[in-house]
């Protein structure tokens, strides 16, 4: 089977997406699925092009190399740092004119396409690409858009909304099969087209248990910090607008008499110099940025407690992949998400960790000091969340639940 693969990220870019999407090519590969993979040069840590990715002449715009998936084409991305729609729209709109040449002009004839969507964009590249190859479509839909972008207030015109929902709704209707992260995520894309299970397959997203294991938290990094024998209260992630991020500094601000806590925002983004900037006078907070991705381990063993922060409304449209990387770490976890969502149901129900109502600042507060006064169930919690990651499936079953799925759509 000839896969073409267009995808916003790919390993060694950091973003979750790429790391996620690369480990099921990986596997992929090596089930002996010939794979072309569309994507971007390297850009989401710094929201820039990587030093060593910064190619002279007319190869910066497009480049085709052989990888360990096999022929991958990266393409320039137009990053941008501003906390600005329209300047990422733009360059979510040039990278999409440059993926779709390598994806229409290739003489290869492909046996199915696979998309990753957000950028929705990606989604008619993959339309046309599947028209042009007569081949099967797979969407890959990793958050809801434009719902997400709707509900933190990202895109408020009226108008606008309406052009990304036609958009969205036509990307779903030209694909032959939508994969979704989670049975919340589905039924969005369900309410909104009609499809049945059959065209609407939930494939959850993963993580490697054997590199992420529960460390001792005396690590380099927390040396590295000076955050000593502190209980520590982690946010590691992407800093944007789905993020309730205020909740942690309230948080924080209410513990400075605590010397025996303190608070680390591990990651970037659109919002991390408004971040930085509001932190910057609070003693017991301490803002770095993204590390290397072989640091993980490291970086999630280093907190005694970890937080999710999702704004009110976006459970249902985004299901983040950080609360994988958390239970594998064996650290409990206490997430500010919708309630009845699939997040809130598995904190739950594995007892790995609390959920809170979204934006709700005395719940997510008392929450913290729950665990903050109770090391033992801190480790317990850690503990569950460890036996239940370990029971999902691997990048090698998600890989086998793709390609089987390729397999019945060219039937």
Known sequence: MRLLVISPHLEPDTAPTGVIISAILEELSQAGIDIHVITSLPWYEKHKVAKEWNIKGLHRFIKTDSEKYGKVTRCYPFPSSKNSLVARSLGFAGFTVLSAIPALFNRTKFDAVITISPPL?????????????????????????????????????PRLISIFEKLELFCYKKANAISVLSQDLAQNVKSKTGFDDSRVVVIPNFVDTEKILPLNQDTVYREELGLGDRIVIMYAGNLGHSQSLDLLIEAANRHQDRDDVVYVINGGGVAAKELERKVKDLPNFVFTGFQPIDRLPEVLASADIHVVLLKQGLGTSSLPSKIYSIFAAGRPAIASVDPETELSRVLSETKAGIAVKPEEVEEFIAAIERLIDNSAERTEMGTMGRLWIEKQPTAKIVAEIYKDLLERLNK
Do not use: E, Y
């Open 121 to 157: 964009t990606l989604g008619l590249v993959g339309w046309m690409a599947s028209r042009r190859h007569r081949c099967p479509l797979v969407l890959n839909v990793q958050d809801i858009f434009p719902d997400v972008a709707v509900q933190v207030g990202a895109i408020k015109s």
